[in-house]
């Protein structure tokens, strides 16, 4: 190699080391892209797409379905903390600032979690799950009590085929705010609805030796549950949210389990089992527990809830006293 090669192989390696310099830099120079030859493109650009989106939801199983139908693309923030009733629940401000910029807040509607709305501030698109779900009425057989008659029953996420329903609106809103990723929505979508129809038909099949048996709940969350899994379920000791039931009302439900010869009672992890505890006594009725909200340790998705209170009602009503 003579001379003026060496010089020219020289300038053109200082040419390529300052141009990767200069790319790296906002400096005056233009079209970094095509002076560097497609070295930097397939690293540079995808970064700017996918930065994860944030979003918001009220309850921990839409939170669940929301992260499963979002992947690695969303960044899903849960409102209600474990251990408290939507019922009773009442967002502080750091709450709202929790939910600080998530383009989209799903939540249930109804009366159980609009309180959302408080939240809501300047953030982006409220978005109820309820899409395309027949919705139970409360009190529509006159056994429910001092709540509202004829106001909708928003617990439908207890049921496996509702589970569904929410999925697909969720991956419909990620597709609006997110172009890019639909197709990977999508995937997932479709991969969560066939493994819900799998755990729908697993679970009806693990309830069907029970389906005859008599129980009560503490609160009226449970009918989409009794009639997703076709179960006895007879009255709630607890009408509506919040609520303790009147003397008149006890009185009713107390006749009822002796007629339907109930020996379960189910608490909730959501609320005190003091308030069963005499009623319970006075009835000879044993106290289990289910869980509509889950979030905790054994209940860490949707899945694993459904699983959960499937396991729960069936061994505590098969269990012989
Ligand atoms: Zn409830």
């Not at 617990?155 to 997110?178: C, F, S, V």
């Not at 997932?188 to 309830?207: A, G, K, P, V």
């Not at 009639?227 to 009822?256: C, E, I, R, W």
Request: hydrophobic share 35%; proline share 6%.
């Amino acid at each position: 190699m003579n001379y003026s090669n060496k010089l020219l192989i020289m300038f053109v390696l200082i040419g390529f080391a300052s141009l990767g310099c200069q790319t790296q830099s906002s400096g005056p120079y233009q079209k970094p892209f095509e002076q560097s030859s497609g070295n930097l493109s397939n690293t540079a650009r995808p970064t700017v797409d996918s930065k994860p989106k944030y979003v918001s939801a009220t309850i921990f199983p839409i939170y669940s379905i929301a992260q499963q139908i979002g992947g690695n693309n969303i960044n899903v923030k849960l409102i209600l903390p474990s251990g408290e009733s939507p019922h009773t629940f009442n967002p502080t401000p750091a709450d709202k600032l929790n939910v600080e910029n998530s383009e989209l807040m799903f939540y249930i509607g109804g009366e159980l979690d609009e309180w959302i709305i408080d939240v809501t501030g300047t953030n982006g698109k409220l978005v109820e799950v309820n899409e395309g779900i027949r919705q139970l009425q409360y009190g529509s057989d006159q056994e429910h009590g001092d709540h509202k008659d004829g106001s909708n029953d928003p617990h439908y996420w207890l049921d496996p085929r509702n589970g569904k329903q929410i999925a697909n609106t969720i991956a419909r809103e990620y597709a609006l705010i997110d172009l890019d990723n639909a197709p990977s929505y999508q995937k997932r979508l479709e991969l969560f609805n066939s493994e819900m129809d799998q755990l729908y038909q697993d679970l009806l099949e693990h309830t069907q030796i029970i389906q005859d048996i008599p129980f009560i709940v503490l609160h009226d969350s449970w009918s989409y549950f009794a009639d997703a899994f076709s179960l006895n379920l007879v009255g709630t000791f607890q009408p509506y949210g919040s609520h303790g039931p009147s003397p008149k009302y006890l009185k009713m439900l107390q006749d009822k389990t002796e007629n339907h010869d109930v020996k379960v009672v189910f608490s909730e992890p959501q609320y005190p089992i003091e308030v069963l505890r005499s009623f319970a006594d006075d009835n000879d009725l044993k106290v289990a527990t289910i869980d509509p909200l889950g979030g905790v340790d054994g209940r860490m998705t949707f899945q694993e809830l459904l699983t959960y209170n499937v396991d729960m009602v069936k061994s505590s009503l098969l269990a012989k006293k």
